[in-house]
T-cell receptor, first 115, second 109 residues
């Protein structure tokens, strides 16, 4: 158990709908990262938050948004869902978020299936 | 931005032999290079990491080497075992942690 908690574990929804994925980082971690992993694909970096502020953005679609709340949990919002958005969405956390190189710990992921 | 290339995409080795996975990165500011192992349907887990001030690091059967001048780093697994079968990801980190596309390692009996 990494200490990173993601909910829901599985989600099936229809095209055009909107979903919210939730992540609670490890106790004491200030950084939260979101990654998308499609079938047989690598880990695509979406976005990084540090202590409530956006720190870096990757290949995140405009239909997707995220935020980190004062209690440090984070939510990833996916809207106008398309079949191609079906993937495993990972949240990861680390103590810091700067340029010192920090180990990140992954949650178990949220499986999203769009039908 | 940072780009990480990983090779090979698939690797099959006989049990007991060694496996080597190679990665290159583009951003010379990257200073931290972790390796993760992901079993089917599970989360990636850190197996070893190296920082830019070190050229080599070893942990039992696993070792990682880093060549900052050439901007490449490698994972070496010796005396491979069936439980080493998984997908391995390298990553390079500055303020973003960018992963390679992964290597699917098969250990053959």
């Amino acid at each position: 158990d990494s200490g990173v908690t993601q909910t829901p574990k599985h989600l099936i929804t229809a095209t055009g709908q909107r979903v919210t994925l939730r992540c609670s980082p490890r106790s004491g971690d200030l950084s939260v990262y979101w990654y998308q992993q499609s079938l047989d694909q690598g880990l695509q970096f979406l976005i990084h938050y540090y202590n409530g502020e956006e720190r870096a953005k990757g290949n995140i679609l405009e239909r997707f948004s995220a935020q980190q709340f004062p209690d440090l949990h984070s939510e990833l919002n996916l809207s106008s869902l398309e079949l191609g958005d079906s993937a495993l969405y990972f949240c990861a956390s680390s103590v810091e978020g700067g340029r010192s190189g920090n180990t990140i710990y992954f949650g178990e992921g949220s499986w999203l299936t769009v039908v | 931005g940072e780009n990480v290339e990983q090779h090979p995409s698939t690797l099959s080795v006989q049990e007991g032999d060694s496996a080597v996975i190679k990665c290159t990165y583009s951003d010379s500011a990257s200073n931290y290079f972790p390796w993760y192992k992901q079993e089917l349907g599970k989360r990636p887990q850190l197996i070893i990491d190296i920082r830019s001030n070190v050229g080599e690091k070893k942990d039992q059967r696993i070792a990682v080497t880093l060549n900052k001048t050439a901007k490449h780093f490698s994972l070496h697994i010796t005396e491979t075992q069936p439980e080493d079968s998984a997908v391995y990801f390298c990553a390079a980190s500055d303020d973003k942690i960018i992963f390679g596309k992964g290597t699917r390692l098969h250990i053959l009996p």
